[in-house]
């Protein structure tokens, strides 16, 4: 590449159309009416419950929230068995609700929670599991939701990453007691921040509407301990917006996706994840192992190299959850307990995918990254 790219980050929001939002702005002037349910609010939930093709979902003002009430909603204690291979917010949830997170190892495909390994590590305290899908990738959600049967445990799935995927026409979001989404800036569909939770009977909804919103039933009634978790007026109307452009934005994804893998097919040591039959993917990520051996360079070294190119990759999820403090100390935190998910943090590098993203940049970077490389 003869010139330096300007910075490319690992992700870029797609924002609605200026002057769509400017309207929708406006008609909240108009109403007066910016927060605590109001029409945008209603109308968004009713919109997304369409798009995703689910019964009941709740706004709430950020993914974080949404999965602290999540725990709440179905009173989740003592020990959940989760993923080290995630974002920070994940495991803090349960921590914040004083549960005891229990980690498992991950399996090598796909970097979710390995079924075998959540089995192994049930105790008589646990009460839920909370596996998510990484990447947008499903969880191994037949053999999760057997073991949930099995043992009586409660599934709360971290779908933050997996908005839009479908398996088999049917929405993620339609597994496990609940589904948490998150809808922040870095996501395949954003808010600015927000988020939201899928339940299957209304009577849920209820309840965890009611907790979003400090536990008020009504004007005189509060229910619960609950919190402010509301998405505000200006997140609806600005995410109905973004609904229009959202399948676009797929199709965009998977455009970068497939030409990423066609530009790598053949750099030796590094390799990718493939499509699932009969998975609609939202291609949020394009996440590439480096095997050092084989590459000839490490994860860190490609990192630096785009660096001084000016193209930002980012080491997610590198270190693991499991390594940071409060969690570092547990005994289920040991390396030996999770070494799957140790080899992948190591070699994982995410590189730059969002729909504005153009081919002709996916080319440069692929260009960068087989430089000096050996060829299959
Ligand atoms: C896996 C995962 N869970 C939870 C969250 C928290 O969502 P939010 O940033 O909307 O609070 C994020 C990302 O931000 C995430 O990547």
Redesign the pocket.
Known sequence: MKKKTPNLFVTKPILPPFEDFICSLEKIWESGIITNNGPFHQEFELALSKYLGVKNISAFN????A?LTALQALDIKGEVITTPF??V??THALWWNKIKPVFADIEPDYFTLDPAKIEAAITNETTAIMP?H?YGNPCRLAEIDEIAQKYGLKVIY?A??AFGVEINGKSINNYGDLSVL???A?KVFNTI???AIVSHYPAMKKHIDHLKNFGFEDELTVVGPGINAKMNELQAAYGLLQLNTIEESIRKRKAITLAYREALANVSGITFLKDTDGVKHNYAYFPILVDERTYGISRDGLYDRLKKNNIYGRRYFYPLISQFPPYNDMESANTANLSIAYEVAGKVLCLPIYPDLELSVVTDIAEIISKNANSR
């Not at 950020?62 to 929230?65: E, K, R, S």
């Open positions: 950020n993914g974080t929230l999965l995630s974002f917010a994940t998510v990484v971290d933050a990453h998150s809808f922040h870095t921040e927000g988020g």
